[in-house]
């Protein structure tokens, strides 16, 4: 049995620009981070396969032995078999990424959902410690929940529980690259800001945090923030009504905007309640890291090694480069 301080286990997190992976020590703490573009090699599985090799060879060189791997993604994931059914950004259809990874490192891997892991790391050291019932909507590219109940992430009946980027906020409004129209992640996620903001006429290149920053002076951005903050408002209302969680919590670049972005949200999550009181909103702990956190998390759950709570506080994680 390896001891303690020479024990870690490997954490991937597969995304649609990056593929992310760290070795993790047995108090929490990254000891080492490996990135390296998705488009690395045309083959999206091989360019995964040989990060977690190399992290495998990384740790070893460290001196630490890896005990479990962690592998999160996009998409429709099947955590129980451990197939990554379908995701579009990483370009994977029905790929057996337990089994692969499994077999090319000799490894117990756990394969997740990114939003449900990075639920996982909230719950346990971030901004969700100690709640059993709470959502996290990270607020990327697109927009995916986890939706905590009874202290597990729900993947639902097909795992694609959380789609919430999808839910209607404005019927008949604006198209959405699913084919419907008026969907939260068209008006409120960071790549839906910066697509709307263009193409009502505003300055071109700026990215959300560009346009949180002119948000003061620039009509537009204005506008397009205004709509934004309504957006996510309107859907955490309903998400309210239907889960109930003790708390909400919020990452991606827009978070980062602090009360120019969650005052906003807060007013309109409360307007649209009528008889009870909102839950609190608040900042995701870990920010573009929780995902990767999470997948530490659930590698040590997968080889039997306890996740205390303040398991991989956010201080020990390295902040993204
Ligand atoms: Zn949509």
């Not at 994977?92 to 077999?103: E, H, K, Q, S």
């Not at 209302?237 to 602090?258: N, Q």
């Not at 807060?266 to 009181?277: F, H, I, K, Q």
């Amino acid at each position: 049995m390896t001891q303690p301080e020479g024990r870690c286990v490997l954490a991937v997190d597969v995304g649609g620009t990056t593929i992310k992976g760290a070795v993790v020590g047995d108090d929490g703490r990254f000891r080492h981070s490996l990135t390296v573009p998705s488009r690395a090699d045309d083959d999206p599985v091989k360019a995964v396969r040989s990060l977690c090799l190399q992290l495998r060879d990384d740790a070893l060189a460290l001196g630490a032995t890896p005990a479990a791997i962690g592998v999160v993604t996009p998409g429709l994931v099947d955590e129980v078999y451990g197939v990554v059914r379908y995701a579009a950004n990483i370009r994977f259809r029905d790929v057996p990424l337990r089994a692969l990874i499994g077999d090319d490192l000799g490894l117990p891997v756990a394969v997740g959902h990114d939003a449900r892991a990075a639920g996982v790391a909230e719950a346990v050291a971030g901004a969700a410690s100690g709640l059993d019932n709470f959502l996290l909507l990270p607020l990327g590219t697109g927009i995916a929940a986890a939706v905590v109940v009874h202290g597990a992430p729900v993947p639902g009946a097909t795992g694609s529980a959380g789609e919430v980027g999808h839910m209607p906020v404005y019927p008949g409004g604006e198209p959405c690259s699913c084919g419907q129209r008026g969907c939260l992640e068209v008006y409120a996620s960071a790549g839906g800001l910066a697509r709307r903001y263009a193409r009502l006429g505003g300055t071109p290149g700026l990215d959300s945090r560009g346009i949180a920053d002119a948000v003061a002076t620039d009509r537009v951005a204005r506008a397009v923030w205004d709509d934004a903050t309504q957006a996510l408002g309107t859907a955490l209302a309903t998400l309210t009504l239907t889960l109930d969680p003790a708390r909400i919590v919020l990452g991606g670049g827009l978070a980062d905007a602090g009360a120019l972005f969650f005052d906003p949200v807060r007013d309109a999550l409360r307007a649209a309640l009528a008889w009870r009181t909102p839950p609190p909103v608040l900042r995701s702990a870990f920010g573009a890291q929780a995902a990767q956190v999470g997948a530490a998390a659930m590698a040590r759950r997968e080889a039997g090694l306890p996740v205390p709570d303040g398991w991989g506080a956010p201080e020990l994680v390295p902040p993204v480069a």
